[in-house]
């Protein structure tokens, strides 16, 4: 039995100084067959001559040139535009380095799955920096879910590998509603799906200064969570982003799990009027959570002063 057709979808956005490593990292792949969709997201520098250098000498790739619209709808055209009922998906940021064996490691885990069409593969994250040089790996999820993914991204799209099924409900989204198109995907198969996560790094997740969706160590980023609630307490209109995102979530895909639906609803009831006290009640007894557990003190202690 030949193996199903692993579908890449890239998004690229000036991205001349690393595009190079991250191509041949993808296109020599032990997985195969596979095809490299990619779309220029306006890019004003030389991405499009190195992206159409590559198109010109491997027929595994297809090049799109659009206008500037952003990761999260470049992204959702992609995958819009690419339909294989038999296919599996992936997506690839355009600064990384991936392991010959990334895909195929994660199509063995996928395949391996009772839904593999409706199940998420997810995997550890190798940070460098700029020179390619280690830094640490990222922390590995706490219980990854629902209740986790209504308020922290725990599935970074360069790893993601999905199939027909979880692409068909990703697109029923609206990319202007998505903080980012991989938290939606999480959301989507944390929900209605199946998530398969693998806490061995196949990637190198390159960090610098325009990279998309930094990952921090853990001090760093929780010192940067405490900046930020305390900013949240001079501004009163700062909101929590991921309970917007939640509600539009929630109205997209009304056949949503009623206890999700009813957590939410909570959370929401428990904004602007209602008293401290119904709100003391609801971070008692919420199973809402990130993945450090001094963030998810610090997100009870943002709902429990109204700051969300």
């Not at 993601?160 to 998505?178: I, S, T, Y």
């Not at 959301?187 to 199946?194: E, I, P």
Request: proline share 4%.
């Amino acid at each position: 039995m030949s193996n199903p057709t692993l579908h890449i979808l890239l998004s690229t956005y000036n991205g001349e100084t690393y595009l190079e490593e991250l191509l041949l990292s993808v296109l020599r792949q032990s997985y195969s067959p596979l095809q490299l969709h990619i779309r220029d997201d306006g890019s004003t520098d030389s991405t499009v001559n190195i992206l159409q250098a590559h198109a010109a000498g491997d027929e595994r790739i297809s090049l799109q040139l659009g206008s500037n619209i952003g990761v999260q709808a470049s992204f959702y055209s992609l995958l819009e535009c690419v339909e294989d009922t038999t296919g599996v998906y992936a997506f690839c940021d355009q600064d990384d380095i991936w392991d010959s064996h990334k895909l195929e490691v994660a199509m063995r885990a996928l395949l391996a799955a009772e839904r593999p069409d409706a199940t998420l593969y997810f995997a550890r994250l190798s940070c460098v920096n700029a020179n390619n040089q280690h830094l640490y790996d990222s922390d590995i999820p706490r219980a990854p879910g629902i209740l986790n993914a209504l308020v922290e991204n725990s599935a970074i799209g360069c790893t993601c590998v999905f199939g027909n099924a979880l692409r068909a409900e990703f697109l029923r989204g609206d990319p202007a509603l998505m903080i980012m198109h991989d938290w939606w995907l999480y959301l989507c198969a944390a929900s209605s799906g199946a998530l398969v996560y693998d806490a061995v790094p196949h990637i190198r997740y390159r960090q610098h200064a325009n990279t998309a969706t930094p990952r921090e160590p853990g001090l760093s980023r929780l010192y940067n969570r405490l900046r930020g609630l305390v900013a949240r307490l001079g501004d009163r209109d700062a909101g929590l982003e991921s309970l917007l995102q939640a509600n539009h979530f929630m109205a997209t895909y009304p056949e949503i799990d009623p206890q999700m639906r009813s957590t939410l609803a909570v959370l929401n009831d428990s904004h602007g009027m209602a008293s401290f006290f119904k709100r003391l009640m609801f971070v008692s007894s919420t199973r809402l959570h990130r993945n450090n557990r001094l963030e998810t003190l610090a997100l009870k202690l943002v709902i429990l002063c109204d700051l969300y």
